[in-house]
T-cell receptor, first 114, second 113 residues
Framework: DGGITQSPKYLFRKEGQNVTLSCEQNLNHDAMYWYRQDPGQGLRLIYYSQIVNDFQKGDIAEGYSVSREKKESFPLTVTSAQKNPTAFYLC?????????????FGDGTRLSIL | AQSVTQLGSHVSVSEGALVLLRCNYSSSVPPYLFWYVQYPNQGLQLLLKYTTGATLVKGINGFEAEFKKSETSFHLTKPSAHMSDAAEYFCAVRPFGNEKLTFGTGTRLTIIP
């Protein structure tokens, strides 16, 4: 079955450490997205990519970095510069379009600080 | 810039009662509108979407929503609540030509037996 796989499901970060969250999709979608979810704040866009080797900052990109070397993969690195990384991170993908295609979501990674 | 307001962060209804979750949006251009559902520790699942055409949209699990341009609303309804409907619901807007989806802050639906 086609879908989006996020790993790991739970991740712990030590102070000063960078951690990378994996997102892989086999839906043949061009566009991929990373969101951060905090209680009571909905989803906030971190980064998005419409095509391989290109990506744009979202609303809260500081302290995060991404790469898009393959169409299927869009890993997110939470750097030590992100001072409040504890959150639920969601990856999504969609067909590249004018906006009427829905985004499909993975099951998320919960990041906590040790 | 577009925004989405979901009135009521928590809504409780009795099993079998009407479910009404409210969503209002602001957008300078015609929007595409979506409702998603999230169960604990899972991702978001699409319930329904409005793009063009009929303003009453039917989705999965018996939910439907009506796009009212004059009221800038896209409220989600279900005639009879079921225990399995307990979840968090998100309304989202994506204006035509815009790459980004803007989400509301969510409404947690509790079903009372």
């Amino acid at each position: 079955d086609g879908g989006i796989t996020q790993s790991p499901k739970y991740l712990f970060r030590k102070e000063g450490q960078n951690v990378t969250l994996s997102c892989e999709q086999n839906l043949n979608h061009d566009a991929m997205y990373w969101y951060r979810q905090d209680p009571g704040q909905g989803l906030r866009l971190i980064y998005y990519s419409q095509i391989v080797n290109d990506f744009q900052k979202g609303d809260i990109a500081e302290g995060y970095s991404v790469s898009r070397e393959k169409k299927e993969s869009f890993p997110l690195t939470v750097t030590s510069a992100q001072k409040n990384p504890t959150a639920f991170y969601l990856c999504a993908s969609s067909m590249k379009d004018r906006g009427n295609q829905p985004q499909h979501f993975g099951d998320g990674t919960r990041l906590s600080i040790l | 810039a577009q925004s989405v307001t979901q009135l009521g962060s928590h809504v409780s209804v009795s099993e079998g009662a009407l479910v009404l979750l409210r969503c209002n949006y602001s957008s300078s251009v015609p929007p595409y509108l979506f409702w998603y559902v999230q169960y604990p520790n899972q991702g978001l699942q699409l319930l329904l979407k409005y793009t063009t055409g009929a303003t009453l949209v039917k989705g999965i699990n018996g939910f439907e929503a009506e796009f009212k341009k004059s009221e800038t609303s896209f409220h989600l309804t279900k005639p009879s609540a079921h225990m399995s409907d307990a979840a968090e619901y998100f309304c989202a807007v994506r204006p035509f030509g815009n790459e980004k989806l803007t989400f509301g802050t969510g409404t947690r639906l509790t079903i009372i037996p």
